[in-house]
C-alpha cells in the first residue's frame, strides 16, 4: 500500500513541475464558421418562341390526324416534333402531341387490326 502512495505522490510532484504548455486540439480551432447563404434561382419565366409554337401546333396536328390514318408514320412525326417543340419552349403542346402520338401508335399496332 506504501508503494501506491509513494506512486500517486511522486506523478503529483511530476505533474506539478510539468511547465508546458497543454496540447490540445478541438475542432473549433481548426475550422472557421461558414455562412450558410444560398442564391435562390430565378423564377422560371413563361415564354414561348414562336418557333416553338408553330412546332408544337404542327406537331399536334399530326399527333391527331395519326388517329384517324397512318398511325405510325404521322405519330412518329408528331412524337418527334413534339419532343423539338417541348425543347424550344412550347412544353404545354410539345407534351401533349407527344403523348397523343404515342397512343395512336399503340392503337394502331395493338388495337386497330382487330377491327
Known sequence: MKD???HKEALRHANDMDTR???EESAS???APIPVERERPEPHREEVTEGGRGIGYAAL???ILA???VPVLFGAAGIILGFMARRRGSEGLGAWAVGIG???IIMGLFVLPFF
Open 29 to 31: 480551432e481548426l475550422a
Open 61 to 63: 396536328i399530326l399527333s
Open 4 to 6: 501506491h502512495t509513494e
Open 102 to 104: 404515342t397512343v395512336s
Open 21 to 23: 504548455p497543454y496540447m
Open 67 to 69: 388517329l384517324f390514318t
